[in-house]
């Protein structure tokens, strides 16, 4: 199948065949402070979510923000979407929701006597998929493809999404009526899982005002272009990620698995998307290199929803695991 | 005036005289430069250089001192008590303690003997009980080593200072009769007759009127204001967090801090102490005893400034807020501007005040002494090239370069001992005063001064320890530099020059990256904190190819006549400035010629003539010759003018008894010089009013410059003639003259080029041809050394040469062997060069120089040496003969220098395409050695001990708490850079350098030593 087969922006599409160079770290750095910078202008108070949402975007890996309603997660979805002049869809998570109308179908065309495809919302550079858990599995299996693929397949025919390709889900962990958990297989594949800060009163006196007086999300000026998020992504990858942090990590993850407040631990795929994310990080820290504390930072993010939980919950574990594995000190 | 004052003062004075040098050396080089283009570029790269290092100099720390200080406690309370005596550093000098007891009792006079380094020594003291406590003797001895290898010691005595301010507010101590009151280190405390005044000193901003304390700026190089005013309508003074930047500087930390909190106390001030995190132990609980203030807090860690400011602060109130390192009081008063007071603050320890201890390995990385040594040879070559130091003496030079500043910098554990070092320096000076005091006394100055510089730079070099100091050396090269370029602006100069640039380049590059291990930058941010290694050695290559790239490409000719060969030898070496004015102007047609010096021809026309006349176009014979210089034949008949303006030129006798032939017309017209030229003897000139003649058969044009007609009889060429005919000889011993200084062996040369052959034909022909096979054509042959027959060093040793070099061999063979000849000079016309009018131009670089032979039946005919003398080598030349050839070849000639550029640019690309990646491999193979082998790195195995002392010290370090937990518990921005390259060296694709990683490890050690030291208790013996 030719690449590209259905260009949806009006701009060139980025695709792999116009790889731009990558950008040097302190370049990345400086694109996640504008990204930061920007996406603070209307999501207060929230800068822990905020950097992890940058870190997930730089590095390629998809993001589902949990919380209760009426928090901010749409906004800080919506708000890191217009940030990048991508193009950017929308789907609203429904229990009608069916694969076609987030894949898109193949419609009989007439003229050239021939189904022609019709691509759907997936094919974009943001997804912002709204109230992940309402969505059938059968839909949920869609996304599935889509995001560890980068291709989706209708009709036996695989169409290649635009590249990057970053979905920002939302789901409430309150209302499980009427809502379709996640299965562990599609957890997996999101690289964070962010939940947000409960606000400070000054913040969200802030929040109020900003509602009432100043620009809202949808005035949100595009700060960066396809080409620079996709140079940062090519950047990012290169960061040096040395043998002992490497080694550190997949302590980390592997630790998950030893420990007893832990019923199943994380998957090998846990550990490259979890290295893949500290990369990032570092890079949004301002380094070249990852150390270990960029992984200590990210941990909770990157693996607590990849493990399943006995007992005292299993962010708790994280944490006790994060104590006793010793950082590498070189000697 | 004070120690320090009296230091700056001679710093001053060195920065003063090396500048007037610079500056005298750039005016005479542009007096000398006589309008070459590229002389100015060197006279101004130099002068670049020069002013760019200069630049870098004062932004360097520059007081190295060290520091000593024996500590005198006294141990327990009963009677006697205990005086422990320790002197940590060095060597501690012979001196006088008073211990003043508070009441009647007898002050306690103590002569203390010399303490080694690192002694402790007990006395018991029968002491009064209340004069427990901890006494210390302040007493501080600077070794300090100044540039150009100076030294000199100063001697403080800190405790008197304490002693008088802390008599101002307690009778526990007392000023001691008879010592010396001292001055503050940094000048900013005087103890006077109403007691200590104190003034704060703090930067000037705009509103500060001229409250400007002078002394203090100059020091600093930034404006410094006095703060009395504003300091005595304080209400309230904060003493916060008092610590220290070095360990030695404690006690000026104590006295300082003490003096501004009586003073203030004295205002009415109330006075706080905060000792908070941060804040040195010692120094806290030292103050704590001496003053009766309020202390806000207990000294916790984990508290900050923050946590104590609403007890410090009343609102509205007037605050100073005295701090010692700049940090935590930064703190506090960013914390004042909460609470609405107004802030004055003073600095304790300003930096400049802080003695440093003397460097145990130089401050400085070993890039910056290769380049600091690469600039001082440079400029060693620049001056021997410009013929000021000969190449004995210069080989000489460069040899004590390697050997003592190597020695000195790459060996730092060898010249360790400041005494060795002085010694090595006076000696160095010593014997070049000697050398310069004689040159001088010749009449040498210019070899003076050049000793004078080179003696001065190496015992620089040899004395070097700090930055600073090899700042200064580096940039002495620039200064040979300028001053060779005044002695003689010789091409020759420019590949040292070059070489001089890429050196200081270099060298400020590495400076940059040695100050970036400084401790006073802060370097918070990873990403700027490790030096870009190599990422400055690009920018400079490319600058210098760029440079090189450009002097190849530009045309030779646009350059006008100069002396000397790009690597050649020095043609002006002991010469005056006349002399050199005088070769630097072509040395054909004045009447003599000279075979050691040489002229650089341009391309310029000199003449157009009419087409058809192909061949030599004389101006004048030279006939006599005394040492390699040959003169024409003096006037002896005038021309005469008729009223139609034709000029009859008298008959040369030489002509006399040659076959007379028809003469003919030639139009010359003179574009570009302005002799009378023909094809042969000149009989009448048309077109001119009047000549200028200034030998027997040579005239110039004199009146006016116009076209002119020639009427002259062409020569004939030996090589048309077949055989002698039957004539006269011409036995004139004027035909036949020898050089007095012809050697033997060219008379035997001669005989043997001839053997038997007589006839003259045969025999001019067989010595042009040997000529022609055994001598190469070189325009820029080797000159002749000064005690050398010119003919002899060509025959027998150069083998090369050009026209003049030529002519001259041949002329003196057919000489010595009684054949009549003589030199002839003029232009070769060719007609290659005809232009489409149908005439033919003659070049200023077409000038020429022949043989006239007297053949008889056929007169004066030309012989032509150097035509048909093939560029090629002769077949027994050696290897290197030929490849100079060939670099000479290519570097003469617009083309050729066109081709080295291109390779230039090729080879710069490939080498750049080869080291790139070479590069990044060779960082990550070392990387990845540390890894595999578990190469025990210098900043790792420190971090470990300081984690452990942390944890001692009472911190929660668990195994999942690295580098980044230990950041979080240090505000020192020099322990936050050092933990930043701890970091890189274990995390980063790249090591740090190593001479970044051991400052690390030294730095991280000596707070080790602090954290530890806080623990150990006092030791009773």
Known sequence: ?331 | MTAEGRGNGRRSLTRLGLWLVAIASAITSIGFLRGDVWMYLVALLALATVVVSWAAVPRLPHLESTLVIPTYEVVGQATPARLVLRSPARRSPRHRLTLTAPGDADPVELVIEPLAAGETRTIDLDLHPAARGVFRERRTSHWTAAPFGLVRRTHTDLSAMTRAIAAGIDDHVRVAPGSQPGDGESGQMTVGRSGPDVHALRSWSSGDGTRIHWRTTVRRGSPVVVDREAHERTSLLVIAGPSHPVPEAADAVIARVAGIASRAARDGAEVRLVSSRGSDQLIASELEALLPWTVIAEPTSGTSAADHAAAAFSPGARVAIVTSDGLTGGAWVAEAARFDVDVVEVEVAPRSSVPRREPAVPTFSRALAVATMGSLGAGVLCLTAAGVLGSAAAAGWLLALGAGAGLGLMRPATFADVRLRTLVSIGIIAVNGLLAFRSADDGDLALAGATAVCGVALAQLVSTRTRRDALVALGLGPVMVVAAAGFAPTPALVLPTILTAIAVLLGLGAAARDSLVDNTLPATSTMGAHPPSGSLLVPVSAAVLLGVVAYLVLPLGSAPTLSGSLLGESPVSQQSAAERAAQVTPTYFNGTLDLSARGHLPETPAFDVPAGTDGLWRAMTLSQVTDGTWFSTPVQATYTADSSGRITLPTDPAEDGAPTAAARDYLVRPIGAWNVIAPGPATTVRGLSSLAQWASDAYSLDASVAPFTVAATARTDVDSLTHTGGGADRGESEWVQLDPSTTQRTVDLARSIVGTTTDRVAVVRAVESWLRTNVRYQLDAPLPPRDQNAVDYLLFESHAGFCEHFAAAETILLRSIGIPSRMATGYVASSRNSEASGRITIRASDAHAWVEVWVPGHGWVSSDPTAGSALAAPADQSLVQTLLAGWNRLWSSDSGRRTLAVGLVLLATLAGAIAFPLRRRRAVAVRRDAETRGVSLEPLAAFARYRAALSADGHQLGPGDGVAEVRRLVTEPALITALVIVERTLYASTLPPGHVRVATAELLDRRTAALTARHQPIPSR
């Open chain 1, 1 to 331: 199948m030719a690449r590209g087969t259905a260009p949806l922006t009006e701009g060139p599409l980025v695709t792999a065949d116009t790889l731009p160079q990558a950008l040097s770290p302190a370049a990345v750095t400086a694109v996640a402070g504008r990204l930061v910078d920007n996406v603070s202008e209307v999501v207060r108070g929230q800068s822990g979510a905020v950097r992890y949402l940058a870190a997930a975007f730089l590095s390629g890996g998809h993001v589902l923000i949990e919380d209760t309603p009426g928090n901010g997660k749409t906004t800080l979805a919506h708000a890191f979407a217009r940030s990048v002049a991508a193009d950017f869809r929308r789907v609203q998570g429904a229990p009608d929701l069916l694969p076609s109308d987030v894949t898109g179908s193949s419609v009989w065309n007439q003229v050239s006597q021939s189904f022609t495809f019709v691509p759907g919302p997936v094919f974009s550079h943001v997804l912002l998929v709204d109230e992940l858990n309402r969505t059938p599995p059968r839909t949920q299996a869609a996304f599935l493809e889509a995001m560890e693929e980068g291709t989706v397949t209708v009709d036996g025919v695989s169409h290649p999404l635009p590249s990057p390709f970053t979905v920002i889900a939302t789901q409430n962990p309150l209302e499980q009526h009427g809502a379709y958990p996640l299965p562990e297989g599609q957890l997996d594949r999101f690289a964070l899982r962010v939940t947000l800060e409960p606000l400070s009163e000054d913040d969200e006196l802030r929040v109020i005002r900003d509602q009432v007086h100043h620009a809202t999300v949808t005035d949100l000026p595009p700060v960066i272009d396809i080409a620079t998020w996709h140079a940062s992504c090519a950047s990012v990858r290169r960061v040096y990620v040395a043998p002992a942090v490497s080694a550190y990590a997949l302590a980390l993850v592997r630790g998950t698995r030893r420990h007893p407040q832990i019923a199943h631990g994380a998957s090998s795929r846990a550990a490259i998307s979890f290295v893949r994310t500290a990369q990032a990080w570092a890079v949004v820290s301002g380094r070249e290199y990852v150390v270990p504390e960029d992984l200590q930072s990210i941990a909770r993010a990157a693996l607590e929803h990849r493990v399943i939980g006995a007992g005292a919950g299993a962010g708790a574990a994280i944490d006790d695991i994060l104590a006793r594995t010793p950082v590498p000190l070189g000697s």
